[in-house]
């Protein structure tokens, strides 16, 4: 909208008919993940690598409602793949000794920079498509950085 969309449909039952359908799309994410994570091809790391937020990026091509519904179906679905490998790869990630300790600093992590997310958009400039973009290439960025993760770990034993 700060860029010239108008798409005049910001009624109160637009907004609650696409948060249901955001929400009934993403349900098949995380058992989706279950499946996909046991490929021999992809594994975790791929499929983690694969189902980062490209759809956050593309969403910004948007110039009807419904394409703005239509990228953001695909960013809830790949969102809660995203979210569902993550919930298995990080505990299997650290030896059982150090399995709780470790699985506590990654959850820390993740509130910690849910948060700063929120201070951001407090201070960033909310007129530009700025932050949208900078969203976009971390979560590029943090697929290939899972590519790069030490081990492949469907398939082997717990350590």
């Not at 058992?31 to 937020?53: D, H, K, N, S």
């Not at 009807?64 to 969102?79: H, Q």
């Not at 969203?135 to 082997?156: C, D, M, N, Q």
């Amino acid at each position: 909208a700060t860029r010239g969309a108008n798409f005049g449909d910001g009624s109160t039952y637009i907004t609650y008919c696409n948060q249901v359908i955001l929400s009934v799309i993403g349900v098949p994410g995380a058992p989706m993940a279950g499946y996909i994570v046991e490929l021999p091809c992809l594994g975790r790391r791929g499929t983690l690598a694969i189902f980062t937020g490209a759809f956050i990026l593309a969403s910004t091509t948007a110039c009807t409602s419904n394409a703005l519904l239509g990228w953001n179906c695909g960013y809830s679905y790949t969102s809660n793949v995203m979210h569902g490998v993550l919930c298995a790869l990080s505990p299997e990630l650290f030896p059982t000794k150090d399995r709780g300790t470790g699985n506590a600093i990654v959850a820390t992590a993740n509130r910690i920079f849910g948060i700063m997310a929120l201070i951001i958009a407090l201070y960033a400039n909310l007129t530009t498509s700025v932050p949208i973009w900078i969203s976009g290439a971390i979560f590029i960025v943090t697929g290939f950085i899972a590519l790069l993760l030490p081990f492949e770990p469907r398939g082997h034993a717990s350590l």
